[in-house]
């Protein structure tokens, strides 16, 4: 698995990011309940990075120190570790409506947050590793000397890793109410369908890598730019000002400054999720149940999972080039299991034949493979 995945140059995943981001809208617009989960992730977070800051500032200033404290207790060993447990939730709420919207239903946020609550004791479990890796990477990277690099570069691997599996098992957990056990052998099969585009850093976790790259610099301005006013006020409210460094400012536009950049990173990196949500979710639901994705949505969904635009090929030359990857027995053979995989979870020959051939396949290839399969039984 380590092999499949190699870093792909910095404007590549630029590119592919702001493809996944415009596509991942597109999605979005087709129900508008998917958005939901995303808008409550943002609002609990808020509410967490106010009450972090409501309790510094009490503190600092030496008003109401005692629920300064407490507020602070509260909000490091209650909301910010429940935290975790409370976005895995609204994720999996998010899949499942993804799944029901791609096959043509149309659920609302409430329905998916019954469905998902019979799988509280899995989606537990994964947010428990999260907050395992999120301590072991914050860890790796107090060590110093050339042990601590290779530790903080251990565990920052392992952390992309889980993100990807992470990601993959929520559609699996809600869709198929399949247990981590059972989802575990399915990994190869995530491995050898990942597209090209996407081996940037394991998943699609080179979306939230590539923007904090790009908003770093921005953040970094606008934190220099408080300081600058700051500056500028010492000179008037002087029970404000701080000097570090020799560098006498007020920490009142630095403090704003400082909220509104923890504000800013808290939307991107929920949107990221979402994103992220949404295309492992109709990532797996391609792999595991396509004959669900509704027929007038299928070529768009491709596009967006092989992460290129519509193509205006016809079917017959995008049938061809598939051709051409391999000899035509092998061809046949791989229509062939292709029939026996979803004839074992149901489906009839009838349905079977019917996807196929309204994703381009031609009927006598089909045939020919449904002869193979019965020259073989």
Partial sequence: M?????KEPFMNRIKDTGFLLKNSFTVIGKDKDIIKPTIRMIIFSVVILTLFFVSILSIFLGEF??????????TLFILIPWRFFYDVRQKACQSWIVYNTISGKDISYKDANIHTKSEKSKLRLIAIIDMIMKYARNQGGNRRGFMGILITLFFAFLAEVWDLLSHYMLPAIVIERKSLKEIIPQLKQLRNNVPATLVGVFGIDFVGNVIG????????????ISVGIGVLLSSIVKTTVVTIAGISFSWVPVVIMMYIIFFCGIIIRKLVDSVKVIYFTIFYTSIMRPMEITLNMRNELTNYLLMQKPSTTSTVQQQTTQQAEYSYQEYIVKLADYFKTYTNQGYSENQIKDFLLSKGYAKADINSALNYLRSKS
Avoid at 2 to 6: A, D, G, H, T
Avoid at 65 to 74: H, T, W
Avoid at 216 to 224: E, H, Q, T
């Fill in 65 to 74: 120190v005692f629920i300064g404290v407490l507020i602070l207790l509260f």
């Fill in 2 to 6: 380590v092999n499949q995945f190699k």
């Fill in 213 to 224: 790259s790009l908003t770093f610099l921005i953040y970094l301005v606008f934190f220099a």
